[in-house]
């Protein structure tokens, strides 16, 4: 038995320290986006976007409406942009954002004159905190379903972690009365805004 709550002991701990960085980042980027105006100062100066480039680009596909992904792959492709994107129509114009953490690129496609035009998103601390917080899905595949898989086994690690601590809260009858008073307090939190806002 003594060995078992070692075990648990041990693996409480540890997931703890392997939980800092995630829990940190999802801390942090709650925090600005709670207070959005008071980390006003850590955005980017306006305009926010700088353009890199503007070219020519006839489509080799006809666009319609079931194949609007295939053909914006294409024109990725074709500029050596890799990795996740998401793409929006609004008639002649399409707006195809390609994620990345660091610096994320948005290119404007006009239909009518076959124009595209490249632009990189300024650097700022808020916007990169929001990437991280929100970056879901593993619809891109490649290096980028890294991020998600991690988060998946981050997501399972904090099962544990939760599940490893309430072992070691039983454990001490000391401290039974004051845990149950802490869950209580926890759940009735949640379910009074739940019900409430």
């Not at 800092?20 to 980017?44: D, K």
């Amino acid at each position: 038995m003594k060995s078992f709550h070692l075990i648990v002991r041990r693996t409480h701990l540890y997931l703890g320290m392997l939980l800092i960085p995630w829990l940190l980042v999802y801390g942090i980027s709650t925090l600005f986006l709670n207070h959005r105006e008071t980390f006003q100062h850590l955005r980017p100066s306006d305009p926010q976007w700088e353009k890199i480039w503007e070219k020519t680009h006839p489509l080799s596909t006809p666009l319609r409406d079931d194949n609007l992904r295939e053909v914006t792959g294409e024109i990725l492709a074709a500029q050596d942009l890799e990795g996740p994107f998401g793409v929006q129509r609004q008639g002649q114009r399409l707006t195809i954002n390609v994620q990345n953490f660091l610096a994320p690129v948005r290119l404007s496609y006009d239909l009518g004159s076959s124009r595209l035009v490249a632009e990189k998103k300024k650097f700022g601390w808020t916007e990169l905190m929001t990437r991280l917080h929100f970056r879901t899905g593993y619809r891109a595949g490649g290096l980028a379903a890294v991020w998600p898989f991690v988060v998946d086994v981050f997501c399972i690690t904090m099962f544990l972690w939760i599940l490893t601590g309430l072992i070691l809260w039983w454990k001490i009858r000391q401290t039974r009365a004051w845990g149950w008073v802490a869950l209580g307090a926890g759940f009735a939190t949640f379910l009074i805004l739940l019900l409430m806002v």
